[in-house]
């Protein structure tokens, strides 16, 4: 009960930064370049492409869905009210 398969990664730069990466799964590959992304943006020299050409496409991607998953929610949102009957 709540088991998951992962796979995990570490690597080292030449210029000694150390990189972490885990996925739910059997994908070694994936791991190994969510480390090598990991450790390059540890990097002076690279951060500022890591974050340009991996990250902020993956954040615009994931605020893409998250905008479609919103406009599908309130497409299906039913406005319920009550109405006050009158006393007496």
């Known amino acids: 009960l709540g ?4 796979s995990r990664a570490a690597v080292r730069l030449a210029s000694g930064e150390v990189g972490f990466g885990y996925t ?3 994908d070694g590959e994936k791991a190994r370049l969510i480390a090598l992304c990991d450790a390059l943006v540890q990097s002076r020299d690279f951060a500022g492409a890591v974050e340009r050409d991996v990250i902020a496409p993956l954040r615009e ?3 893409t869905r998250r905008t479609q998953a919103a406009a599908e929610t309130a497409a299906t949102k039913v406005d319920f009210y009550t109405m006050v009957r009158g006393e007496g």
């Open 61 to 63: 991607q994931l605020m």
């Open 24 to 26: 739910l799964g059997r």
């Open 3 to 6: 088991e998951a398969t992962v």
